[in-house]
C-alpha cells in the first residue's frame, strides 16, 4: 500500500499521546487512522454520522471517557 505524509490538527493531549507512545504503537494509530478517513472518503454519510456511529458503538461495547483516557495514556 503506498502511503503518504499529512499534516492534521489534534489536541494537545492526543499529540502527547501519540509522541510517547512506542514506535509499535504509533504505527498501529497510524493505520487506524488511515482506514477510518478512508472510510469517511468511501461513505455516503456525513462525518458526523459517522463519528456519532463510531461512539454510538464503542459505548454499547463498554467504552468510557475514562477507558479511553487510559488507552491513549499507555506508555
Same mark, same amino acid.
Given at each position: 500500500?503506498? $502511503? @503518504?505524509?499529512?499534516?492534521?490538527?489534534?489536541?494537545?493531549?492526543?499529540?502527547?499521546?501519540?509522541?510517547?507512545?512506542?514506535?509499535?504503537?504509533?504505527? @498501529? &494509530?497510524?493505520?487506524?487512522?488511515?482506514? @477510518? &478517513?478512508?472510510?469517511?472518503?468511501?461513505? @455516503?454519510?456525513? &462525518?458526523?454520522?459517522?463519528?456519532?456511529?463510531?461512539?454510538?458503538?464503542?459505548?454499547?461495547?463498554?467504552? $468510557?471517557?475514562?477507558?479511553?483516557?487510559?488507552?491513549?495514556?499507555?506508555?
Amino acid at each position: 500500500m503506498e $502511503t @503518504k505524509m499529512i499534516q492534521i490538527r489534534v489536541s494537545s493531549e492526543a499529540a502527547q499521546a501519540y509522541e510517547i507512545a512506542s514506535e509499535a504503537e504509533q504505527r @498501529k &494509530l497510524d493505520a487506524l487512522l488511515s482506514l @477510518k &478517513l478512508s472510510e469517511v472518503g468511501r461513505a @455516503k454519510r456525513p &462525518l458526523e454520522v459517522i463519528m456519532s456511529e463510531i461512539s454510538r458503538k464503542a459505548q454499547e461495547r463498554g467504552m $468510557t471517557p475514562e477507558i479511553l483516557e487510559s488507552i491513549l495514556n499507555e506508555r
